[in-house]
């Protein structure tokens, strides 16, 4: 199983889901993609989300079982294999981080968001199809209000 510690915590990988467009901008900028991997803590109800963007370069093997699984609708469809979410991963760990919520209703802000910021590569195919499925399937971006943003190099 998948874990991920923060400031002393440990959190487990519960699902993982992707966003077009991405839901976090850089430099105001919005990526064409981004996975979240979603983790729950082990004690208590804090999530921890890992957020990875992904942007037009070669194809990805790793979504390739993912996308030819896809459904045609949108909807849940069960995987047939097994796939290794850590070859969603970029090389490097650093990210940015800040205490945040949900990107989807209820919106409760009890997540703890690290978003990395090197990205990994999807073909452009691989964005064009899930893109033809989901057009916007992003929440959009909001203000940061009071909230710090960390760079974690």
Request: net charge negative; with cysteine.
């Amino acid at each position: 199983a998948y874990r991920l510690s923060l400031d002393g915590a440990e959190y487990k990988l519960a699902q993982f889901h992707f966003h077009h467009l991405s839901e976090h901008a850089v430099d105001g900028k919005q990526l064409p993609m981004e996975v979240h991997f979603v983790h729950k803590a082990t004690s208590g109800d804090g999530l921890a989300v890992l957020g990875v963007f992904l942007v037009e370069g070669t194809e990805n093997t790793v979504l390739a079982p993912l996308w030819a699984a896809m459904p045609e609708h949108e909807g849940e469809k069960p995987l047939v294999s097994s796939i290794d979410a850590k070859g969603l991963l970029p090389s490097s760990s650093a990210a940015y981080r800040y205490e945040g919520s949900l990107t989807t209703p209820p919106c409760s802000e009890i997540v703890n968001w690290v978003v990395l910021k090197e990205a990994v590569t999807a073909s452009a195919a691989q964005i064009a199809a899930f893109a033809q499925l989901f057009p916007n399937n992003a929440r959009p971006i909001q203000p940061l209000n009071r909230r710090f943003i960390l760079s974690i190099q």
